[in-house]
């Protein structure tokens, strides 16, 4: 692929800025300078820099995020600041079909709830991950202003009923970590779902982080605000 394809795809600016980001020599290729836009280079592995910004080549991107508190999972943030701004430029210019531009969130988290969120310009893993039908487990670490007790577990899991459906939502699991705090596993998301779910249980959420996305954890190792990349064993890990 050439050089300009190249970093056109990884979003890095308009055709034409990605020439002139070549012919400048701001673009660095296993640590050569490339003043070529049209040099054509294999894209499996590549690692390249730009203005001294490393990077390495994805046909697809896939990352996660450690969503902080205080940020909204919005392009058009209402009242708080978008997660976007947490990613760097290319990420949210990635090009894409259509009018939608860059890397979009997997769902949705309130924000005021933290964990692991999922990113990627790659539209059907966005709806295999989003469909009801595909039972993907989301984890929550839940802090709750009451204690919990056995009755509000068992109402949880033997289901609850929200205000916009008549139809009982359960619980795919759910165990008291603590004496005011539980896991609570989900196989879908409504709005506020957890939420709005203990509350029919008869408590009240005091803090909310999501750990797991089917069989992938957020790491230990990545603070609140960062991101990083999906290897091809955590993406196998999503659908195990």
Same mark, same amino acid.
């Given at each position: 692929?050439?050089?300009?394809?190249?970093?056109?795809?990884?979003?890095?600016?308009?055709?034409?800025?990605?020439?002139?980001?070549?012919?400048?020599?701001?673009?660095?290729? !296993?640590?050569?300078?490339?003043?070529?836009?049209?040099?054509?280079?294999?894209?499996?592995?590549?690692?390249?820099?730009?203005?001294?910004?490393?990077?390495?080549?994805?046909?697809?991107?896939?990352?996660?995020?450690?969503?902080?508190?205080?940020?909204?999972?919005?392009?058009?943030? #209402? !009242?708080?600041?978008?997660?976007?701004?947490?990613?760097?430029?290319?990420?949210?210019?990635?090009?894409?079909? %259509?009018?939608?531009?860059? $890397?979009?969130? $997997?769902?949705?988290? /309130?924000? /005021? !709830?933290?964990?692991?969120?999922?990113? &990627?310009?790659? %539209?059907?893993?966005?709806?295999?991950? #989003?469909?009801?039908?595909?039972? $993907?487990?989301?984890?929550?670490?839940?802090?709750?202003?009451?204690?919990?007790?056995?009755?509000?577990?068992?109402?949880?899991?033997?289901?609850?009923?929200? /205000? /916009?459906?008549?139809?009982?939502?359960?619980?795919?699991?759910?165990?008291? &970590?603590?004496?005011?705090?539980?896991?609570? &596993?989900?196989?879908?998301?409504?709005?506020?779902? $957890?939420?709005?779910?203990?509350?029919?249980?008869?408590?009240?959420?005091?803090?909310?982080?999501?750990?797991?996305?089917? %069989?992938?954890?957020?790491?230990?190792?990545?603070?609140?605000?960062?991101?990083?990349?999906? !290897?091809?064993?955590?993406?196998?890990?999503? &659908?195990?």
């Amino acid at each position: 692929m050439q050089l300009q394809d190249i970093l056109y795809s990884q979003g890095f600016g308009t055709r034409r800025v990605c020439v002139g980001l070549v012919q400048q020599g701001h673009v660095l290729v !296993t640590g050569r300078v490339c003043n070529d836009p049209f040099e054509a280079f294999e894209v499996e592995g590549l690692e390249f820099d730009v203005m001294g910004q490393r990077w390495q080549y994805h046909a697809k991107a896939y990352v996660m995020l450690h969503k902080p508190a205080g940020v909204e999972c919005s392009q058009k943030p #209402s !009242t708080w600041p978008s997660i976007y701004t947490l990613l760097p430029a290319p990420l949210r210019q990635r090009p894409q079909k %259509g009018a939608v531009q860059g $890397v979009q969130a $997997v769902g949705r988290l /309130d924000q /005021d !709830t933290t964990g692991l969120l999922l990113l &990627t310009d790659d %539209g059907q893993f966005i709806h295999r991950m #989003s469909s009801p039908r595909k039972h $993907v487990p989301k984890v929550y670490e839940v802090v709750t202003k009451h204690p919990v007790d056995a009755a509000q577990v068992d109402k949880l899991m033997a289901g609850v009923v929200l /205000d /916009d459906d008549p139809k009982p939502v359960r619980a795919a699991a759910c165990e008291a &970590t603590g004496a005011c705090s539980l896991r609570l &596993t989900l196989l879908e998301g409504k709005y506020h779902q $957890v939420k709005r779910m203990v509350a029919a249980a008869g408590n009240r959420v005091e803090g909310l982080h999501r750990s797991h996305i089917g %069989g992938l954890v957020l790491p230990e190792d990545l603070p609140p605000g960062q991101w990083r990349w999906l !290897t091809p064993a955590d993406l196998a890990l999503l &659908t195990t």
